[in-house]
């Protein structure tokens, strides 16, 4: 549970010490190949949005040239890694930083809309990576008033005082998900809008977790349920018979197989995830 890791075990369905990003801030090596670079070879167009974080070497500016470093997304709108969410930058295919000063959900989930429209009449492949719910725990002020700290009800193992982990991070933890909700929610509505809800796989996920005082401690790489348990929701109507909840255990490296699979592409030889597709279609557990 930490992000370059993780994020990397996503994109090539192998293990750290097969794809070699076993801690963070190291670069991805551009052999890898990616779920990305699979799709872009069945004719799909693909996309990354937001943060990226596996270009190793200094987070700031943040600029991944195009090229191998991109690891077979085409469309791009992203920085390397910059938690600052109301004065933000993305960078394109230049060099030059996009400025924005919205809560940063918001204008990635512009840039993810502005993906769609544009390759609305052809098969396509978008990550999009938000930043928050990671520390600062911080979303605008309409959000953050939704959430008293001093009424929340605290997990029974949550510990009173731990460091960065007190019922106003913990407030502004919940803020944050909530308005990813809404950009969730203006994402799936562009997809409707435009005629593409019925066609297209939605897999909601995260690269990790947070303690937040649970244990008495605080942030990630932590051997417990809040650290290692992360989202796995996924919508594909018709499809996936909605509402039904599995047991199975599913771990980021089987993510890339399985939608693969989902999408009747072949798996490359070298991820070693599981295809878990009859899983979530309904047909096996």
């Known amino acids: 549970?930490?992000?370059?890791?993780?994020?990397?075990?996503?994109?090539?369905?192998?293990?750290?010490?097969?794809?070699?990003?076993?801690?963070?801030?190291?670069?991805?090596?551009?052999?890898?190949?990616?779920?990305?670079?699979?799709?872009?070879?069945?004719?799909?167009?693909?996309?990354?949005?937001?943060?990226?974080?596996?270009?190793?070497?200094?987070?700031?500016?943040?600029?991944?040239?195009?090229?191998?470093r991109r690891h077979g997304f085409q469309f791009w709108a992203a920085n390397e890694c910059l938690h600052d969410y109301f004065?933000?930058?993305?960078?394109?295919?230049?060099?030059?930083?996009?400025?924005?000063?919205?809560?940063?959900?918001?204008?990635?989930?512009?840039q993810a809309i502005e993906f769609l429209h544009e390759t609305k009449d052809r098969p396509f492949f978008l990550m999009l990576a938000f930043s928050?719910?990671?520390?600062?725990?911080?979303?605008?002020?309409?959000?953050?008033?939704?959430?008293?700290?001093?009424?929340?009800?605290?997990?029974?193992?949550?510990?009173?005082?731990?460091?960065?982990?007190?019922?106003?991070?913990?407030?502004?933890?919940?803020?944050?998900?909530?308005?990813?909700?809404?950009?969730?929610?203006?994402?799936?509505?562009?997809?409707?809008?435009?005629?593409?809800?019925?066609?297209?796989?939605?897999?909601?996920?995260?690269?990790?977790g947070d303690m937040l005082g649970s244990q008495g401690k605080i942030s990630k790489q932590q051997p417990w349920e809040e650290s290692i348990r992360v989202p796995g929701i996924m919508k594909y109507p018709g499809k996936i018979p909605a509402g039904r909840k599995s047991d199975a255990l599913f771990s980021h490296l089987d993510f890339a197989p399985t939608l693969l699979s989902l999408c009747n592409l072949t798996i490359p030889a070298q991820m070693q995830g599981a295809d878990l597709s009859g899983v979530a279609l309904g047909n096996s557990e």
Request: hydrophobic share 35%; proline share 9%; net charge negative.
């Open 1 to 68: 549970p930490l992000c370059c890791p993780a994020r990397a075990n996503i994109l090539t369905g192998m293990y750290t010490n097969r794809n070699g990003m076993v801690a963070n801030d190291l670069r991805l090596k551009e052999s890898m190949a990616t779920i990305a670079d699979v799709y872009q070879s069945a004719g799909y167009r693909t996309g990354y949005v937001g943060k990226w974080h596996l270009d190793g070497g200094p987070r700031l500016p943040g600029f991944i040239p195009p090229g191998p």
């Open 132 to 208: 928050p719910p990671h520390d600062p725990y911080l979303a605008p002020e309409n959000y953050m008033n939704l959430y008293d700290p001093q009424k929340l009800m605290m997990e029974p193992n949550w510990v009173e005082g731990t460091r960065d982990s007190g019922r106003n991070e913990i407030a502004g933890y919940y803020a944050a998900i909530t308005a990813i909700d809404d950009q969730v929610g203006r994402l799936l509505h562009a997809l409707h809008e435009l005629g593409l809800e019925e066609n297209t796989i939605v897999f909601f996920s995260s690269d990790h």
């Open 87 to 110: 004065y933000s930058w993305y960078f394109r295919d230049d060099n030059v930083p996009i400025v924005s000063e919205k809560y940063e959900p918001e204008f990635w989930t512009d």
